[in-house]
């Protein structure tokens, strides 16, 4: 892997940090912003301010209006636009639509991305994802799926209950993910201004930087006719991972823009803030906690960067995407966590931007995955190569026996 980035990468970085420093961050003081996130007129006016600097949904393809970009230079850009919490939605570059985009440029029939993809590109309109359930119904095991899609005609009936749904208040259109009566998940395409699709409530979450913030949705009879059907029947858990994969890594580079702000404030402050006769940073304990977080910032870019290298060469990375996944989270965290101790009194009010991040950021270790599932998915991956291993291993003896 060659570290070294372009030219033109390098201008596209610092054009994007020059935007999110001059443009986005003044608006983090915004009213428009509530428990649930940005209002739908501030995520709109962030738009246009991307839109202007030629900067918006920079992943989606060219045809569709973006940049193309590759996975290694999303890693590039996301970090920057992840600086500021306000900063992936002004890009279009926040969850679920940076997700839902990628899922849809893959499998989406032409008819469909006319009708949802190119609109959603543009910035004219949010996606949601309806996977996870309400217990005993489909959450980190996805084969736990409850939701039903039964034919009806030249269609399917979908009924059931979706929670922590990203997202879902102001989108225009869902990806639903449902059971149908072979027992198979199947995912459908379906407008959110039906009779048969409810917002029951927004719940109550630690993050407030989701426009639409997280819903419960009720799905009573709703019909969607088969041309909506995204993809084929039938292969819903394939199509999850199409999106998964990367959506885990695209994560880990905007949280990662986060964990760089914390530690920016952390240095400066303990750069000039003076104890017991001297700067913090000359303190051992604090000194020792600006190390931590240097390592755990390069060691998380370095899982980034390799993965999105992977992906760029187009192996599936299931496994690296996780183990990314879980050691970013993770990082990232302690990056915020020592970030807060430093700063003290300021860490843990608003003075300061860190309590912001840290609130927000908690929930990434639960997001596309518990840290638990990943280790115990990729527990089962390297048992099962070093089985294989030894199999060929045997069967090599065998034959020159």
Avoid at 132 to 150: F, I, K, N
Avoid at 189 to 209: F, H, K, T, V, Y
Avoid at 243 to 262: E, S
Avoid at 302 to 309: G, K, N, Q, R, Y
């Amino acid at each position: 892997m060659n570290f070294e980035l372009s030219d033109t990468l390098l201008e596209l970085q610092q054009k994007t940090r020059d935007f999110i420093r001059n443009e986005i961050i003044p608006m983090e003081a915004d009213p428009r912003f509530d428990s649930h996130g940005p209002h739908e007129s501030l995520r709109r006016d962030l738009i246009e301010k991307a839109r202007a600097a030629g900067l918006l949904t920079p992943h989606a393809s060219r045809e569709m209006g973006g940049l193309g970009l590759t996975h290694i230079e999303k890693a590039i850009v996301f970090e920057e636009a992840g600086y500021s919490w306000l900063g992936p939605t002004a890009l279009n570059i926040h969850a679920p639509d940076e997700g839902n985009i990628h899922l849809m440029e893959e499998v989406a029939t032409p008819a469909q991305k006319e009708r949802w993809l190119r609109p959603q590109v543009e910035g004219h309109i949010r996606s949601c994802f309806a996977m996870t359930e309400p217990d005993p119904g489909a959450g980190a095991d996805p084969s736990m799926l409850r939701t039903t899609a039964t034919r009806d005609g030249k269609g399917y009936r979908i009924n059931g209950r979706k929670w922590f749904i990203t997202g879902a208040d102001g989108a225009s259109y869902a990806i639903i993910m449902a059971r149908t009566e072979d027992g198979n998940a199947t995912m459908f395409l379906a407008d959110m201004d039906q009779p048969g699709i409810r917002l029951e409530r927004n719940m109550d979450a630690m993050d407030s930087c989701f426009t639409g913030g997280h819903g419960v949705l009720v799905f009573d009879n709703l019909y969607v006719p088969e041309e909506d059907i995204l993809g084929e029947l039938g292969k819903g858990f394939r199509y999850a991972q199409v999106r998964l994969a990367p959506a885990r890594l695209t994560h880990c580079m905007r949280w990662l823009g986060q964990a760089r702000r914390a530690n920016d404030a952390a240095v400066e402050y303990a750069s000039r803030r003076h104890a017991f006769g001297k700067p913090l940073a000359e303190h051992e304990g604090v000194g020792f906690m600006l190390a931590d977080n240097d390592m755990d910032i390069h060691t998380a870019r370095l899982h980034i960067w390799h993965t999105a290298w992977l992906l760029d060469k187009g192996e599936r990375c299931n496994f690296e995407s996780s183990r990314a996944k879980v050691v970013c989270s993770e990082a990232e965290w302690r990056v915020v966590d020592r970030c807060v101790q430093i700063l003290g009194g300021q860490g843990v009010t608003a003075e300061k931007e860190v309590m912001r991040i840290f609130t927000d950021m908690r929930a990434f270790r639960i997001y596309d995955g518990p840290s638990e599932v990943h280790r115990w998915s990729m527990a089962r991956k390297i048992v099962h190569a070093a089985q294989k291993a030894r199999e060929a291993a045997a069967a090599q003896q065998g034959g020159q026996a």
